[in-house]
């Protein structure tokens, strides 16, 4: 069997955790607290897309104006509004209940712009939101499964970002997202030494493999990268590592 078709991050070293980077069309779940950097990976993601790639991006944000996105962007070096003047983004500023119905309606304009700028990447931030519609898990986990399946039937790559909700992911994870999405990035802050330093896990891809290793990242001006595995150390996604032989 012929190995599938990837969408590279554009994040170092995160790739070669995925193998090559994620399965195209495929939707991913990056997890983690405020400031591990999930938004930063999520514009990085676009970015790499649009100037590497060729490849249009949609930036669904429920939670942060795009003013502060441009501006948090230009840090790093990446000016997303030239992106949209070249038709390589589009930033959609809106909330959970109106991108579910635009992504159900055909004539809907995020529809209309995903078919019209051939929309290949898409960053949803963040769907802990969708938990504001329902606090019945099994309603929550139909409005997961209309919002992923819609980005799949248009053969969308997708990063949805969400707040961390503890070691326990399972237990957090009321609406079961993570069982839904296709694989499931976790960063974290960790302590060592009394030094906070941030990791990255990759904790599941359906369909395909990927490096179980807990590795350390940094984030600098142009963006995530990801570093050397921990070594000599255990529970580190517990939030209690210690010392290993």
Known sequence: MADPARTPLGIGGLDEMLDGGLVTGSIALVQGAPGTGKTTAGMQFLHDGAKNHDEAGLLVTFEEFPHTLYRDALAHGWNLRDLEQEGLLRVVFTSPQVF?????????????????????RAVVDSVTQFQSITRDPVDLRAHYNHMINGLRRERITSLLLSEDSGPDLVRGDRGRLSFVVDSVILLRYVEIDSV?????????????????????????????????????????LSGVPRRTG
Do not use: W, Y
Not at 102 to 116: D, F, G, Y
Not at 199 to 218: M, N, Y
Not at 226 to 234: C, D, K, S
């Open 100 to 120: 579910m119905a635009s992504l159900q309606s055909p004539t809907s304009p995020i529809n209309e712009a995903i078919r019209e700028m051939g929309v290949r």
């Open 196 to 236: 906070m330093q941030r990791a990255v896990a990759v904790l599941k891809t359906r369909g395909s493999d990927h490096d179980k290793s807990i590795r350390r990242f940094e984030i600098e001006r142009g963006g995530l990268v990801v570093r050397e595995p921990f070594r000599g150390r255990a529970g580190l």
